[in-house]
């Protein structure tokens, strides 16, 4: 006789879940709003406009980042039916179109914006407001959060902009020596790829410049394809890579306050007419000036000495530390790992022009880069743990890549001189540390995988009687 059952024990219901999903969207929602506020007003400090003030711009005024805001459009569109989609498309065009017009018929320029743009922004609105006022339980919210993600999207950019004004503001001195004395460590990479892509002559530079600015569109299409059932499915997937560039893009900017670095295209400033011949708009590409340590870059290595604070401008971002293009584009190679063979071999492509971009061009050194991957991984990490449950494996992996990027951010300021006085030692090291950091992400998030479902076996056929 069977003994007495064992008392079950209580489950979560969805619907208990419910009001403190809520309260954590609505905490979101306020720290978010409170973010922007405090940049709107620090930045007003500073005597300019801040995020908030130029997104309410673009309602009417010419768009500064036209092909952004139909970005948006586009990631908005995602819980919208095909035919919804088309009439949302043509709404954007036609609206642009109008804007044209009174433009050109009141004599207005676009004062340095895009001649596009606002149209898409008005129909990001536009969902908003047949949301509230037409849609409602599941399908409503589902609207909403496809608002929210487009003018997340572009938020995050006014954002970033504002981050980098401020760090040219706020930090008068950078760190450059440092990071140059450590990058001896790594064979000074910047220098031996800034000759690389010269030598490539103007097809070379050009294709690499086109792959680092046109970063964003390589991401919303690869959001795109993640997101391409979410009108069918009627939800988000749990993990997709707009969450993470968001994420990247609010913390990232932090490090620039606390380790401030130009590059050494500004740093180690090279004049103008070194790219004439690799360019079309080598006039164009802006260099250290006087404020320069010395005119190196990319033809002499800077030499081992002291390092020490240098003084720079208040106009060029101190935007180096971590290398946020670099983490970018790791995200968008970690997220086309699990979709068709096409776009695997585009984000692997994306990642590693990216890479040749950021140093080629000046814009980065070498450690830039390491500290840019190890930042990424523990982003990644941490979003897919919060995803799991926040097991331990999961919390050891983002505790340990914490303290890689410290340990790494700390090795740059306080040992640069003996790393570059001992690189045979300090460069093994410091490519070690990223690897164990790559090696742990592989085997947690493997192990988070749904394996895949074994084939069923197919029953033998018996041979037919004669």
Not at 13 to 22: E, H, I, N, V
Not at 26 to 53: H, I, N, Q, W
Not at 313 to 320: A, E, S, V
Request: hydrophobic share 50%.
């Amino acid at each position: 006789m069977p003994g007495p059952r064992a008392p079950e024990r209580p489950t979560s219901s969805p619907a208990g879940r419910r009001p403190l999903r809520t309260a954590l969207w609505a905490a979101a929602g306020a720290v978010t709003l409170g973010f922007l506020v405090a940049l709107e007003v620090t930045a007003r400090g500073y005597g300019v406009a801040g995020p908030l003030t130029h997104q309410v711009r673009e309602v009417v005024h010419a768009p500064k980042s036209g092909g952004l805001l139909y970005a948006a459009m586009a990631l908005t569109m995602v819980v919208l039916t095909w035919r919804q989609r088309l009439i949302a498309v043509a709404a954007a065009i036609g609206i642009d179109l109008v804007f044209l017009l009174v433009r050109r018929a009141a004599d207005i320029g676009t004062g340095g914006g895009h001649p596009f743009g606002n149209g898409a922004l008005w129909v990001i609105l536009g969902c908003a407001v047949v949301a509230v006022t037409r849609r409602a339980g599941p399908e409503r919210l589902l609207m909403l959060k496809g608002v929210g993600l487009g003018l997340l999207l572009v938020a995050g950019r006014k954002t970033g902009d504002t981050w980098l004004l401020i760090t040219s503001k706020s930090r008068p001195t950078v760190l450059d020596q440092y990071v140059a004395m450590a990058d001896h460590a790594l064979g000074q990479p910047s220098w031996l790829v800034g000759r690389v892509v010269a030598s490539t002559g103007s097809l070379g530079f050009n294709v690499l410049d086109v792959v680092y600015g046109q970063l964003a569109v390589a991401a919303v299409l690869v959001a795109l394809y993640q997101l391409r059932g979410v009108a069918a499915e009627g939800r988000f997937p749990r993990h997709h890579l707009v969450r993470s560039f968001l994420v990247i893009g609010l913390l990232g900017p932090a490090f620039y306050m606390v380790f401030p670095v130009v590059g050494p295209l500004f740093a180690y400033g090279t004049g103008t007419e070194y790219w004439a011949s690799v360019s079309l708009w080598a006039e164009q590409i802006p260099s250290g000036g006087h404020l320069a340590v010395a005119h190196l870059w990319p033809e002499t290595l800077p030499p081992v000495g002291a390092p020490q604070p240098m003084p720079f401008d208040g106009i060029t971002p101190r935007n180096c530390m971590p290398s946020l293009h670099t983490a970018w584009a790791t995200a968008i190679f970690l997220h086309t790992r699990r979709g068709p063979r096409l776009l695997r071999h585009a984000g692997t492509f994306w990642l590693v022009a990216t890479l040749a971009a950021t140093l080629g061009f000046g814009y980065h050194y070498g450690v830039d880069l390491l500290a840019g991957v190890v930042f990424v991984l523990t982003v990644e990490a941490a979003l897919r743990a919060h995803d799991t449950g926040w097991q331990r494996p999961g919390v050891h992996l983002v505790a340990y890549g914490a303290a890689v990027l410290a340990a790494l951010l700390l090795s740059y300021r306080y040992l640069a001189l003996p790393m570059a006085q001992h690189p045979w030692l300090a460069g093994p090291l410091l490519l070690l540390a990223t690897a164990s950091v790559v090696l742990g992400f592989v085997r947690t998030t493997t192990a988070w995988e749904p394996a895949d479902p074994a084939p069923v076996p197919r029953p033998e056929t018996q041979p037919e009687p004669a």
